[in-house]
């Protein structure tokens, strides 16, 4: 099983900051990988398909980078709405796998 | 629009069963793949397996082995998880969600239910 590990646990920044998340892989995903908000009571809901493709209505402020075992997304300037926890996902190998988890705090 | 509506809270007790149900419209049932992935309070998500909705193939989690079981109903478009013997460790929000992807099991995820509580209280 992929194991993906996500850092920081937790950021803390203000609005109008940039935010960079990590996610690593235990194994190469190649660019098998996705990226997820969720808000408090909430499905998550996708950002990211194959490390680095905006999912549909999603604005250009949220990026993704990576392949292999390291990825990032990066929130080029946080908008109130941002601050929630986001998860990575790999749909590489079986079983799928999530990461843990960055929770993105108001600072 | 593509939809994913569960169905709603359940309580059970120890050593129960549940069975959650999950209603998609929007697109056409047996050609998109589905997962049920759990998120217990406070924490991160956790796949429990998938079905594919065209041949009912399905492919559990190994935690969950012997202890889940999905189906669907091609009438009604519904897809279906039952877990056994439930211990208070199973107390979480299960949900439904969609492969991106027509056709295939390996792709992102597009669509997610909304979610069902399930609570394990003596």
């Known amino acids: 099983e992929i194991v993906l590990t996500q850092s920081p646990d937790t950021l803390s920044l203000s609005p109008g900051e940039r935010a960079t998340l990590s996610c690593r892989a235990s194994q190469s995903v190649s660019s098998d990988l996705a990226w997820y908000q969720q808000k408090p009571g909430q499905a998550p809901r996708l950002l990211i398909y194959?490390?680095?493709n905006r999912a549909t209505g999603i604005p250009a402020r949220f990026s993704g980078s990576g392949s292999g075992t390291d990825f990032t997304l990066t929130i080029s300037s946080l908008e109130p709405e941002d601050f929630a926890v986001y998860y990575c996902?790999?749909?590489?190998?079986?079983?799928?796998?999530f990461g843990q988890g960055t929770r993105l705090e108001i600072k | 629009q593509v939809q994913l509506v569960q169905s709603g809270a359940e309580v059970k007790k120890p050593g129960a069963s549940v069975k959650v149900s999950c209603k998609a419209s929007g697109y056409t049932f047996t050609s998109y793949y589905l997962h049920w992935v759990r998120q217990a309070p406070g924490q991160g998500l956790e796949w429990m397996g998938i079905i594919n909705p065209s041949g009912g193939s399905t492919s559990y989690a190994q935690k969950f082995q012997g202890r889940v079981t999905m189906t669907r109903d091609t009438s009604t478009s519904t897809v279906y998880v039952e877990l056994s013997s439930l211990a208070s460790e199973d107390t979480a929000v299960y949900f439904c969600?969609?492969?991106?992807?027509?056709?295939?099991?390996?792709?992102?995820?597009?669509?997610w239910g909304q979610g069902t509580l399930v609570t394990v209280s003596s």
């Open positions: 996902q790999q749909c590489s190998n079986w079983p799928i796998t």
């Open positions: 969600a969609r492969v991106g992807v027509r056709g295939i099991s390996t792709a992102w995820i597009d669509y």
């Open positions: 194959d490390a680095s």
